[in-house]
């Protein structure tokens, strides 16, 4: 008696690791997911999909199937298992009914570190140095004529609001500018992987940084943690940078701050309604602004799709994720 | 004793203090010489016994502006240093200032850091493709049709000219995982190279992923890199400049840019500045900065300083503290 290989599903393309995704075929039987909105999957979830175990999901993928929630998750039947998402930030799938049925959940951490701390410091440079005005400017044919000086970063204290991977990689860089980092995070980390960064409460991080950098996850609990509040608690003239999600920052406050000059630039990558854009922002030829091009390199969405695909095998021969997500971290 | 007669040629516009302070050893003359006839007629006048100058990077219309031949000639006989505002000095006939017996001192140092940021943030947004990405943004496009691009991780950066902002840049670009190596007029001591790989100039051009230029514009560099240069660099190669425009030859840039040669440049000086190539403007792939290197308050105000340093101890001490390479031999 033969025993069925388990049929693990693709939610979204595969562009770089398509040899690797094909090689899951001596574990598992492979589909790529057709439907062509969330009314129709749900539909192909009690059809073709209903013995599906593991998925493979794209943060694009969004747009067929709609957000992971409640709703969505009732409609797999008992057999599935796991959410291998492709990306570090995985606001899209709601933890907790993944939990409560039995869902465990795999993200990328660390593929995803450099690519993002590289435009988070291209970033914190184009907002302290004012380089998207003097580019307008040149381009206008204008050169620099009414560009206003800047400032350096060297000296510079850098706050990283989440010491992750990606807030890690971004000290690394940070110090070659000579910039001095401080960070807040859910728990202090070792004074090995702090690296000599020193650890601050929240309030402390506002109102002494210079330059105010993001990457946290979005949750209920960081939602629009950036508030009129917290820039209240900054320093006159701070610089933000955001390279995590748009809603953890209230774009409008931010976009009052601006103009208040409270903040005295901002270098974005993400954006609360993405790929909508306060125009407010969008009419500001100061700040920096980038289309979520995070890690959007050929050798970083290879390794990315290799992660995910080593997440699938893992947990189709072994029954663990190599990289479950932290808030599922004690169920394995 | 009548204090000897420093005059400046523009404007001291941070370290005003600084400049003032010089009076215990100095009469300070700003040069009100409307146009460059009538400062030939003032140097023979008002200005017959200035024994240093103050020297500025100024428009080209400006009196004073260019230290060539001709100015010489009328310079008084008393003149003796002329401190030069500016890490670049190819304004400034050096070779005509050593057979009329005046020594001739710039910042370096000063401009090394603001310098290197800048050129940290045209190879990160060169090899990322920024441009591109930022244009699509504001026109309203998001990232639709924006291609991925490359990591620094991982690649060669050569760097041509390995001084004060050549191994400024090395400290940055080994935060973002790329490995260094340069040439140079000589090689450097294994300190000061601290792990970077001397090659020859073709070495460097024919085995590195992204060459920077950084070094002086003189007789023997303008143009050294020019078509038959690219042509032995890699394909796909990343250009960028921060040193002087006509050290690249504008046009056989534009052309590797078109064929694909190079893959992308980012530019902080060109040519004819404030005049851009056409070619360059119409390319939305490539990062263009209007000579932005040392333009911030700390970094204007730190070279403002070592002007006036120099000039204290030309009066005082008979000596420059940073005498242009060319003529550290003929300095005391």
């Not at chain 2, 009196?63 to 505002?85: M, V, Y």
Request: glycine fraction near 8%.
């Amino acid at each position: 008696m033969t025993v069925t290989k388990p049929h693990i599903l693709l939610l979204g393309e595969i562009r770089h690791a398509k040899a690797e995704w094909e090689a899951l075929s001596d574990v598992a039987t492979l589909s790529v997911c057709d439907s062509a909105n969330r009314e129709q999957f749900i539909k192909d979830l009690k059809g073709k999909y209903s013995d599906v175990v593991a998925v493979y999901r794209t943060f694009n993928s969004v747009a067929i199937t709609g957000r992971f929630d409640a709703e969505l998750l009732k409609e797999f039947s008992p057999s599935f298992k796991y959410i291998c998402h492709n990306g570090a930030g995985y606001d899209q799938i709601d933890v907790v009914p993944c939990t409560e049925q039995g869902v465990h959940i795999s993200n990328c951490p660390s593929t995803v570190d450099d690519a993002t701390a590289d435009v988070n410091m291209f970033l914190i440079l184009g907002a302290l140095r004012n380089f998207n005005e003097a580019m307008v400017n040149l381009r206008k044919g204008n050169w620099n004529v009414g560009v206003p000086l800047s400032n350096d970063p060297d000296g510079k204290v850098l706050g990283i609001l989440g010491m992750g991977g990606i807030g890690r990689a971004l000290k690394k860089r940070a110090e070659a500018f000579g910039m001095t980092v401080q960070y807040y995070n859910r728990n202090e980390l070792s004074s090995e992987l702090a690296a000599g960064a020193k650890y601050v409460p929240f309030d402390e991080l506002l109102a002494t940084s210079d330059v105010l950098s993001l990457n946290l996850p979005l949750n209920p609990k960081t939602r629009h943690i950036i508030n009129k509040e917290a820039f209240d608690k900054m320093k006159d003239g701070i610089v933000i940078v955001n390279t995590a999600r748009g809603a953890v920052m209230d774009e409008a406050a931010l976009v009052d701050a601006l103009a208040s000059g409270k903040v005295k630039n901002v270098g974005l990558d993400v954006f609360e309604a993405e790929p909508k854009i306060h125009p407010g922002l969008v009419s500001n030829e100061k700040v920096i602004l980038l289309p979520h091009m995070g890690t959007l390199t050929y050798e970083t969405q290879k390794k990315m799709e290799i992660q995910v695909l080593d997440n699938i095998r893992a947990a189709l021969t072994t029954g663990k994720l190599n990289t479950i997500v932290p808030e599922q971290a004690g169920l394995q | 004793m009548t204090k000897p007669h420093v005059l400046l040629l523009g404007d001291v516009l941070h370290a005003r203090a600084e400049w003032e302070a010089l009076s215990d050893v100095a009469t300070l003359s700003v040069c009100d010489s409307s146009t460059k006839e009538e400062f030939i007629k003032d140097l023979a006048g008002k200005y017959s016994d200035v024994a240093a100058v103050y020297h500025c990077h100024m428009d080209d219309a400006k009196p004073g502006a260019n230290i060539n031949q001709e100015l010489l000639e009328a310079l008084p006989p008393s003149l003796k240093f002329i401190c030069h505002h500016g890490a670049g000095y190819d304004m400034i006939d050096v070779n005509a200032c050593t057979r009329k017996g005046i020594l001739v001192s710039n910042t370096p140092g000063a401009v090394d850091d603001a310098t290197a940021d800048v050129n940290m943030f045209l190879v990160l947004g060169a090899l990322r493709e920024f441009n591109l990405a930022m244009t699509n943004l504001r026109k309203g496009n998001w990232n639709a049709g924006v291609p991925l691009s490359h990591d620094p991780e991982g690649k060669v950066l050569g760097i041509l000219g390995m001084g004060g902002i050549g191994r400024a840049l090395k400290r940055r670009a080994q935060g973002f995982g790329m490995i260094t190596q340069y040439h140079n007029r000589k090689p450097l001591s294994e300190e000061m190279a601290a792990g970077a790989k001397y090659v020859s100039f073709d070495e460097l051009l024919a085995t590195s992923d992204v060459i920077s230029m950084n070094l002086p514009l003189n007789a023997h560099t303008r143009h050294i890199i020019n078509k038959e240069a690219i042509a032995k660099m890699k394909d796909g190669v990343i250009i960028v400049n921060t040193a002087r425009g006509p050290v690249i030859d504008e046009q056989a840039l534009v052309d590797a840019l078109e064929s694909g040669k190079v893959r992308c440049a980012g530019l902080d000086v060109f040519e004819a500045e404030p005049k851009i190539h056409p070619g360059l403007l119409a390319n939305e792939k490539v990062i263009l900065l209007p000579h932005v290197g040392t333009a911030t308050y700390e970094t204007r105000k730190k070279m403002e300083i070592t002007v006036i340093n120099n000039i204290r101890s030309a009066i005082t001490g008979a000596k420059l503290l940073n005498v242009v390479p060319e003529q550290i031999h003929f300095a005391p």
